[in-house]
């Protein structure tokens, strides 16, 4: 709003079929937020630095989860 | 501790205080401790790492980015405003939220209900004022005893699951009608002002919305109302859960943010021409919106399973914008409602599938609150969406 921005035009279909827009990992958003400048600026440094640092933590330890899905499909297949 | 503290814990008969703060992935922290002890206390004390505390109780191999190595004690002071009872308590027992700080008074900048004051700070540079009304989706289940079982629907009044999809039906809101009794009671208790309650798509999977008003007080009434359905599920031997996707095969659960920003002076919603059509703000706020929702992601879910925000296999994606007031197939939503003032505002709504969109209700409801609205502010405009549907 105080940038003055302007919408893209309003979609009259539907947005189903479009690409994805917003990242679809942890990873690739807290990249993102680290790149964001005035993101930065509005939330502290402070806070962007202790968050995204939770978040990785977070992520390194979901990620070595082994999955149901895994159980199911590797287990006896590879 | 303030004196309305002190006269609520008479008139209330209270023993027990439970002094918290939201942390990260909005989970309660914080002590219990007599009433007694409380009262004597001159400011509360913990290790500023209980910001930096994983939802799986582990901390950053390397927290040097966030936190000097000494490891700092942080002062917890209670805002008395937040007093409540806890409604389940077995003795009277109260829970205050607490404000962070260093010895010296400086702000706790991780601590996120903070972080949520300091946003509206920047609103009210701007002679703004936000308003909010949060809408909460979560899923009643089985007690799940062994994590690696999948999730089932509970048993309702008929003895029976719900079999398929209950959108928007009353019945089967009914089948949960002791629980939901002990929900509103417990609300009720502590001043959570419910407006609406739905059935949602999934089986089992209930929506409440608040009524919109201040952010802060919305903020913590969502923190507030996320203990509140675990507890009264409990009592009804099933879990209320908020995680953003419990069954693989059912649409995921979100908290979509209904917002609007009022000229602080004057009451009128800057979102609205007076003739009723939108205002240039109320483009530039969708604009803002569009631009910085990417990299704000990583604030909306709290949870780790990737493609969580960005899921389409029931909702609509991302932040395409709505062409019409009435239409659901898109990210950004604008809704028909009357504004504050009695002006017909189409006001924008991220429904669930852009921002909120199966945002991990985990998070902290300050920190989400914050983090909606936060690019609207400052110099960035996004924002968010409002719709307002006040409800006068």
Redesign the interface.
Known sequence: ????????D???????D?P???????DE??R??R??Q??I????P??V???????????E???RVIS?WEREHLLLNV | MPRDIKQFFRDHNIQEVEAIIPDMAGIARGKVMPAAKFAEDQGMRLPESIFLQTVTGDYPENTDAAMSPAEIDIVLKPDANTVRRVPWAGEPTAQVIHDCFYSDGRDVMMAPRGLLRRVMDLYAKQGWTPVVAPELEFYLVEPNIDADYQLKPPVGRSGRAEPGRQSYSIAAVNEFDPLFDDVYQFCEDQDIEIDTLIHEDGPAQMEINLLHGNALELADQAFMFKRTAREAALRHKMYATFMAKPHAKEPGSSMHIHQSIIETASGRNVFSNSDGTPSQLFYSHIAGLQKYLPAAMAEIPAGCDGSAGTERQFLPPDHALSGRADQRSMGLRQSHGRAAGAVVVPGVTPRRESVVRRGRQSVSGHWRVAGVRLPGHDRKPETYGSDHRQRA
Do not use: Q, W
């Not at chain 1, 709003?1 to 893209?8: F, S």
């Not at chain 1, 309003?10 to 189903?16: E, V």
């Open positions: 709003m105080i940038e003055n921005l302007k919408p893209t309003p979609i009259t279909g539907s947005a189903h479009l994805f827009g917003l990242p679809r990992n942890l958003a807290v993102r937020l790149e964001c005035p993101l600026d509005m939330l502290s402070a806070f630095a202790a968050y995204t640092i939770v978040k990785e933590a977070e992520y330890v979901f990620l149901s």
